[in-house]
Structures are given as structure tokens and as C-alpha cells.
């Protein structure tokens, strides 16, 4: 706050002002609501799971959903805040950051992949506009072809 009272952005903020700040701070990190059709209907399918839990234990990064013992981690991005080639438009204020941003975002994706291929994980990555029925049928179906059930021809 200001001398007199009015909101003043840090030096360096993201935030551009008072209302921008409100803004940003209300997008929800886990929970939205892609991620929660999806989880409903996995586990309407009866698959059990963590949420936004971390695949590994040293790695600081966490899933959307986890499903432990058949080590398949998957990630519903937002298509803002990863990147996606469809739905991204670039911001029309403090564009530099928020592109930027997401470039870092983009590039930490693919290294969380490629750290838990290495480590004998499965990926699944969604975008938030994908429909929820299908993203949630191939999370069960690669489940279960990970837990060793025999699935039936058109499935």
C-alpha cells in the first residue's frame, strides 16, 4: 500500500494492477473443472487414485491424478498456462512475462515427462477443451493395460 492507501504493484510484480492481481490470484492451480469431470468419471469406472500428488517423491512436480501402483501420472493442462497449440493466444499486457511464462511452463512439461519415462512412469496428458468421456475411458482403459487386465475387443 501507498502512503495513501491505494494499492501499488511491488517492484518487479506480475501484477500490472490491484484488479489484474485479484484476477490471477482466483485461477485455480488443481480442482478445476475439467479435472473434476474427468475424476468423476474414472472413478465412476471404479479406479481409485491421488490427487495432485507427487509421482515421485524427490521430484517437486505433482500430477493431476496418480495412480500409483500401475505408475501412470496424468496432467489436464490448462491451454492458457501450457501452451496449447489450438486455444493460446499471447496477453496483450506485460506480454514479455506471461509468454515467457509459459515457455518456462512448456519447457518444465516436457522435462517432468521425460524424468518419469526414465523412471518407468506413463504420461497421460489432456488439454482442459478435450472432451471429459474420452480422456477419462483411455485413463481407464491404460490403467488397466498397465495392471495386467485382459480388456475386451472394442474397448
Wanted: hydrophobic share 35%.
Amino acid at each position: 500500500m501507498s502512503p495513501e492507501g491505494e494499492w501499488q504493484a511491488p517492484e518487479g510484480s506480475w501484477a500490472s494492477s490491484a484488479a489484474r492481481r485479484r484476477n490471477m490470484q482466483a485461477i485455480r492451480s488443481r480442482d478445476t473443472r475439467p479435472e473434476i469431470l474427468i475424476r468423476r468419471l474414472v472413478h465412476a469406472a471404479g479406479l481409485r487414485y491421488r490427487v495432485a500428488a507427487r509421482p515421485l517423491p524427490d521430484l517437486r512436480r505433482t500430477a493431476d491424478m496418480v495412480f500409483r501402483p500401475a505408475k501412470v501420472a496424468v496432467f489436464i493442462d490448462g491451454c492458457y498456462w501450457h501452451g496449447c497449440p489450438e486455444h493460446y493466444v499471447p496477453p496483450k499486457t506485460n506480454s514479455g512475462y506471461w509468454s515467457d511464462k509459459v515457455t518456462r511452463n512448456v519447457k518444465r512439461d516436457r522435462e517432468t515427462d521425460q524424468i518419469l519415462k526414465e523412471t518407468g512412469w506413463l504420461v497421460l496428458r489432456f488439454w482442459e477443451h478435450e472432451p471429459s468421456d474420452s480422456c477419462a475411458h483411455k485413463i481407464v482403459l491404460t490403467v488397466l493395460e498397465r495392471r495386467g487386465h485382459r480388456l475386451a475387443r472394442g474397448n
